[in-house]
């Protein structure tokens, strides 16, 4: 497998579930990120790691909860959400965490929340 | 503030017709700017950035710091130029803030 993959690409969860969406970079890149896409909407970034230190938080709920164990590895804990977080998560990668350095993207999650 | 605007949600032009992607910003410091694209069922990738001053696919962009735009242009489109385009600016702490995405369909 080569670029940007994550699991599942599909997920319906209800309101109570506990989840977890993962993502995995065959770059060798040292900056991760997580994207929420809604449809209309411009992309959010919700987290970045760089160096696997999180760098950015833009005011997430803490229904959303990442890790990232190492450079190759980005995961989304997911818990008590809302139908409004149904959307498209998107991972990326890049390298030196500096947005002028192109990101890579993942094919996404479509997440529904019922 | 910082943000990106595209204004068209929906472009459809002709083959062979141009084509111009409007994106205008707000940014207060040097800006660093970029476009990407989605293709049907793909993923979003990288077309071009400003500083390259590159042609990608027959795509062009200018930065023009007067008007705070930075439009995507092409002369003569062609069909599998259809996808989701994107604008994006690089803040101040050097993360990409994005436009909402312009839908471009050329017709046969």
């Known amino acids: 497998e080569t670029g940007v993959t994550q699991t599942p690409r599909h997920l319906v969860m209800g309101m109570t579930n506990k989840k977890s969406l993962k993502c995995e970079q065959h770059?060798?890149?040292?900056?991760m990120y997580w994207y929420k896409q809604s449809a209309k909407k411009p992309l959010e970034l919700m987290f970045v790691?760089?160096?696997?230190?999180?760098?950015e938080n833009n005011s997430v709920p803490s229904r959303f909860s990442p890790e990232c164990p190492n450079s190759s590895h980005l995961f989304l804990h997911l818990h008590t959400l809302q139908p409004e977080d149904s959307a498209l998560y998107l991972c990326?990668?890049?390298?030196?965490?500096?947005?002028?350095?192109?990101?890579?993207f993942g094919p996404g999650t479509r997440l529904t929340v019922l | 503030a910082q943000r990106v605007t595209q204004p068209e949600k929906l472009l459809s032009v002709f083959k062979g017709a141009p084509v111009e992607l409007k994106c205008n910003y707000s940014?207060?410091?040097?800006?660093?700017l970029f476009w990407y694209v989605q293709y049907s069922r793909q993923r979003l990738q990288l077309l071009l950035r400003?500083?390259?001053?590159?042609s990608i696919k027959g795509f062009t962009a200018d930065l023009n710091k007067g008007e705070t735009s930075f439009h995507l242009k092409k002369p003569f489109a062609q069909e599998e130029d259809s996808a989701m385009y994107y604008c994006?600016?690089?803040?101040?702490?050097?993360?990409?803030?994005w436009g909402a995405g312009t839908k471009l369909i050329i017709k046969p």
């Open positions: 940014y207060s410091g040097s800006p660093e």
């Open positions: 400003h500083i390259s001053r590159e």
């Open positions: 994006a600016l690089r803040d101040s702490n050097y993360q990409l803030i």
């Open positions: 790691y760089s160096l696997e230190e999180r760098v």
């Open positions: 990326a990668s890049s390298q030196d965490g500096g947005g002028y350095n192109e990101q890579f």
């Open positions: 770059l060798g890149h040292n900056a």
